[in-house]
């Protein structure tokens, strides 16, 4: 049997995997300060000894000696790219040497003992340090960066420092996005919910009609499931638009009712939200299929993505739309008939605007439409957007184009059924189909929308058991997920130093 000391526990992702490893353990010690964690840790195990904060080690009433193995997923804002940057500048990253100190007693009681540290990727320089300063400490490190996406359909990409030798990078196992979804549930709003999302005790009358669009009366429709209740899926009947979830991070939580939703402006919940379909990489790890449009900030919070592809990082997913988002498509499409020829159209759009007095503001004006849909007529990157078919003859007046070998390619378009077209030719990540381009991308007759990853769905990214994090509430839940480490990531790492029924 075996002894564990687990620093920065969170809700104590180590212990699952050695659940799931049959490891049979004597004593797991864990140091967390967040109580919602622990609550999480203790539902689940409740034998788990809780030792409080970090810094305090060295009043902790323990047997160093019997400690068989010693885990730490150190804070990563000092060290992350994202984050401030400052490494241990920043008190935040001055855990590490805390961290360190604790590693090198038990290693100094116990020779045998195993060590794990776990963080982000990060700039070189503070790789290097931690690894140099880790192999002062502690002696022989081996050090790997592993991608969540080989055991999960999540992309996640962390470092690992360890004594354990033998380790290789996981059997990729093939997971996607669509693997972790939920696609069905009978739960619907109260009453009470679904007259606030009314907006008004007035037009409850409206119930029955509400109600009748948050289920699914068949396979085929994409009527969307409303379930606003902590644990429930915000089920969809439909297809999402990449393979791999973004990674999880502990801020995904903010909103998940309709107070915070209308009042707020946070987190749509599950009824209709619109995005905009976009090009994309179909060999990248996750398909940025869409940006969604109700949404003001940073490019980055907007994107929508397939079940094609993995899932972005889940991060702790703070407010501000920071949650992972996943494209819902609707029955019926309109396609290009003709490819277009892109770097063509570019040129003599860009060449005939020269030629004008006109501005895009000046544009937009004769047009009646935004200046921002103006800006991407004359952009020669990826945000580049053709001219939609309603406009392409006034625009082509005001631009003096005379020539008309861009007419048909432009403005004739065909009725296809969405869910084939999409998954089947403009979606495919099996190399048949072609790469979705500006000239072929679908035009969707009943807009695409988009929802949120549930906190069941960001279980399995971080490959818990389902309903592991049951019992407090969704913002908890979103930010533990977040914070912790994928489940088969350690259990591959540790299989390599412990056998089950030991």
């Not at 109700?294 to 972005?312: L, Q």
């Not at 935004?370 to 625009?395: C, G, M, N, Q, Y």
Request: contains cysteine; aromatic residues 10%; neutral net charge.
């Amino acid at each position: 049997m075996k002894t564990v000391l687990s620093l920065f526990d969170g809700i104590s992702g180590t212990q699952v995997a050695l659940d799931r490893m049959g490891v049979k353990v004597k004593n797991y010690y864990a140091s967390e300060i967040d109580s919602y964690a622990m609550q999480t840790t203790l539902k689940n195990y409740p034998s788990t000894i809780m030792l409080g904060d970090v810094n305090n080690w060295e009043s902790w009433d323990i047997n160093w000696s019997s400690i068989d193995l010693v885990v730490g997923g150190f804070p990563c804002q000092a060290w992350s790219n994202a984050g401030a940057k400052q490494g241990d500048k920043d008190p935040r990253g001055m855990l590490f040497w805390t961290m360190l100190d604790v590693m090198k007693l038990v290693l100094e009681k116990n020779p045998n003992a195993k060590f794990l540290m776990e963080n982000v990727r990060m700039k070189n320089e503070f790789e290097e340090y931690i690894t140099f300063h880790t192999e002062e400490a502690l002696g022989k490190v081996n050090k790997h960066l592993i991608n969540s996406a080989l055991v999960s359909a999540q992309n996640r990409k962390r470092f690992y420092w360890t004594n354990i030798d033998g380790i290789d990078q996981p059997e990729d196992q093939g997971l996607l996005l669509r693997d972790v979804l939920d696609y069905s549930c009978e739960d619907t709003l109260s009453e009470k919910e679904m007259a606030f999302m009314l907006r008004s005790e007035s037009k409850t009358k409206d119930l029955p009609r509400l109600k009748a669009r948050a289920r699914y009366e068949d396979q085929k429709s994409n009527t969307l499931t409303y379930s606003m209740h902590k644990g429930v899926p915000y089920n969809v009947i439909g297809w999402v638009d990449r393979e791999k979830s973004y990674c999880i991070d502990a801020n995904y939580y903010k909103g998940g009712n309709p107070k915070s939703y209308f009042e707020k402006g946070r987190r749509q919940l599950i009824f209709n939200r619109p995005c905009e379909l976009r090009d994309f990489d179909s060999k990248a790890q996750c398909h940025h299929v869409a940006n969604a449009t109700d949404i003001n900030g940073n490019e980055s919070i907007k994107r929508v993505y397939a079940d094609s592809g993995k899932s972005p990082t889940l991060t702790t997913m703070g407010g501000g739309h920071r949650e992972p988002k996943v494209l819902i498509i609707p029955q019926k499409v309109k396609v290009r008939k003709y490819e277009v020829d892109i770097p063509k159209l570019q040129q003599t759009l860009r060449d005939h605007k020269k030629m004008t007095i006109l501005t895009n503001k000046n544009l937009a004006d004769l047009l009646h439409v935004p200046v921002t849909k103006v800006e991407h007529w004359f952009r020669t990157d990826s945000s580049f957007a053709i001219p939609s078919e309603d406009i392409w003859f006034r625009l082509k007046d005001l631009l003096v184009i005379k020539t008309d070998e861009f007419d048909k390619s432009i403005v004739c378009f065909e009725i296809r059924d969405g869910k084939f077209d999409m998954a089947d030719r403009v979606y495919s990540q099996d190399g048949k189909s072609p790469t979705v381009v500006a000239s072929n991308v679908a035009k969707v007759v009943d807009e695409p929308t988009y929802r949120k990853l549930t906190p069941t769905e960001c279980e399995r990214l971080q490959t818990f058991p389902v309903g592991y994090t049951e019992g407090i509430s969704n913002t908890q839940r979103y930010k533990a997920l977040g914070n912790s480490f994928t489940v088969s990531v350690i259990q591959h790492i540790l299989s390599n130093a412990f056998s089950s029924n030991v």
